[in-house]
């Protein structure tokens, strides 16, 4: 039996490429969201922030500034939900037609393949774009669901629903945070998935350098260290 036929169009070295893009994808992602508590991510610390700006809400007068920070989120969620759509719209092109980029690489003999390969490779970061997609779009809804929260918060603190309601909102916009930052995650995984047209090599490369940049900005980057300084309880 040959590789062709055990493996499909893939080489041990493709699905090796492969199980890797994956694994790194999900652990940095879990790592991220479920960082330490000595030593929380950028993501969990922006957490306590938005918990502080939701009981800051409650006294102040007026809201203009609060609503202009919520609309700018969900024009942030707009703008990449529709670039990931157009990502995905181009991905599904180059599926229904290959030969341009099966042309250029057959000028490269490290990144020739079968055509089905080359297909899967482009499928696979057409599927990390779709699922930034759909997480943009999610985040765009619970920003609109967290908007209404805010409203619903009374100015009074003395009013037994001022701060219960407070949270609430602060948590619908955590979870607003969480599906934006996981498309984002899938934004970078994309990328770093075109390197396979150049090799399952290349795709190991850039799927370590993509989840060590990650690591960087979220335990490591300088925004973090002063997100330290007299962060909200």
């Not at 991220?32 to 409650?58: C, N």
């Not at 599904?92 to 099966?102: D, V």
């Not at 930052?181 to 090599?201: D, I, K």
Request: net charge neutral; glycine share 4%; with cysteine.
């Amino acid at each position: 039996m040959t590789e062709n036929s055990l493996f499909g169009p893939f080489a041990p070295l493709d699905l090796i490429a492969l199980v890797v893009l994956v694994i790194c994808w999900l652990a940095i992602g879990w790592l991220t969201e479920h960082s330490p508590a000595h030593r929380p991510s950028m993501g969990k610390l922006m957490e306590s922030y938005r918990r502080e700006w939701m009981r800051q809400l409650v006294t102040r007068q007026p809201r203009i500034f609060d609503s202009a920070m919520v609309d700018g989120l969900r024009q942030s969620t707009t703008f990449f939900a529709s670039t990931a759509l157009i990502a995905i719209g181009g991905g599904l092109a180059l599926l229904a037609n290959p030969k341009p980029l099966t042309d250029i690489a057959s000028d490269f003999a490290f990144a020739q393949g079968p055509a089905l390969l080359w297909e899967a490779r482009i499928l696979t970061a057409v599927l990390f774009g779709a699922n930034a997609f759909l997480k943009f779009v999610w985040s765009h809804r619970l920003f609109s669901y967290a908007a209404i929260a805010m409203a619903a918060v009374p100015n009074d603190p003395d009013d037994p629903l001022a701060y219960p309601r407070a949270d609430q909102a602060a948590q619908i916009n955590i979870n607003a945070a969480k599906s934006f930052n996981r498309g984002l995650r899938s934004v970078y995984f994309a990328l770093a998935t075109l390197a396979w047209l150049l090799g399952p090599l290349a795709l190991i490369a850039t799927t370590v350098f993509t989840t060590a940049m990650l690591w960087r900005r979220e335990f490591a980057s300088e925004s973090r260290r002063a997100l330290l300084d007299n962060q909200p309880e």
